[in-house]
Every structure is written in C-alpha cells, then in structure tokens.
C-alpha cells in the first residue's frame, strides 16, 4: 500500500519538476530559443493556437529568431500576437518571414529575472514539499488505519523524504543553471 503511496508522490514531484523546467525554458536570457514563443498565442482559422503549430521558428544567431509561416496571411496575426505578448520584442516582417532580435538585456533587468527565477524555484519547492505532506498524511492514516505497521510506515516516510530531497535538489540545480544563463553578459 505505502509502494502506491510513494509511486504516485515520485510521480506528482517529476511532474512538478518538469513544468518547472519548462516554465523556465520560456523565460528570456541573453539568448535567443523558441522556447520563447511557447505562450505566444496566434488567431489563426478561428482559433488561438501556439505560434510552433502555424509556423517553423529558427535560431539563426544568438540573438535572432526566425519565424517562418506555413500560410503567408498569419504574417500579420503572428506578428500582433507578439506585440501583444509580455515578451517586449519587437518583429519585423519582410512578406515572408518574421524576424525577432533579441536586444541584450541591462544588468538591472537581469537581476529582475533572478529574482523572478528565485521566486518560481521557491513556488517549485513548497509545491514538492506538499506532495511530501499528502503522501506522508496518507501514509500516517494507513498507520493509524492499522493497514501498516509503525515501522513501515516510518520506512516509506523516509522513502518519501529522500525523494522530496531529491527532486528539490534537482529544482535547485535548475535554478542555479538558469541564473548563470541569465547572468551571462
């Protein structure tokens, strides 16, 4: 009973490192990524779809981005969307594709982002740790249930603690590459 307990919390803590990483992804550094323009939103054929679903994203040089629409006429709604993102870049169009240069960032608002990542790593944290709570309630209710013994259950706690510690380490490391990417002059 406590194996299902443990799988499940493993499970709900790699989820939660994977949206961390991915989240992170998306965040700006002194480089350009496609990652970038995941939570770019296109009208496109009456629907709001990923820029990557209506056009090929390219990374000629560090600095710029290249979006080449399939269909020619989204030109213009790719290139509002990115206006309306948070991103603060700004396309130009040549009729075929859309260029986006990234500017370099000033060290002040590389320090926001630090803080910002800082900020998500801890969101990341508390919410491993909350798995760690569930897991470890559910097990102290078989305890109590007597569905398990004292020491099996203080076996899977601890089980449960070396992943928590696990998976925050990973967190922290995730952290600790996205700051230095950020960092980088």
Do not use: C, H
């Not at 969101?123 to 740790?129: G, H, L, P, T």
């Amino acid at each position: 009973m406590t194996k299902e307990i443990i799988k499940d919390a493993e499970e709900r803590m790699k989820k939660a490192v994977e949206v961390f990483r991915q989240e992170l992804a998306g965040m700006r550094a002194n480089r350009a990524t496609p990652a970038l323009l995941d939570k770019v939103r296109v009208e496109a054929y009456g629907s709001e779809v990923p820029v990557n679903n209506v056009a090929t994203i390219e990374v000629p040089d560090p600095r710029t981005l290249v979006i080449k629409p399939w269909d020619r006429s989204l030109i213009k709604a790719i290139e509002r969307a990115i206006n309306a993102s948070d991103l603060g870049l700004n396309p130009t169009n040549d009729g075929q594709v859309i260029r986006l240069s990234i500017p370099p960032m000033t060290e002040e608002r590389r320090r926001e982002l630090v803080k910002v990542v800082a900020k998500r790593t801890e969101e990341q944290r508390v919410a491993i740790r909350n798995i760690r709570r569930d897991a470890n309630e559910q097990i102290k209710k078989l305890e109590k249930d007597k569905a398990v013994s004292e020491d099996e259950s203080k076996r899977a706690q601890d089980e449960v603690q070396k992943l928590t510690d696990k998976y925050i380490k990973e967190v922290d490391q995730l952290m600790a590459a996205k700051e230095k990417e950020i960092m980088e002059v």
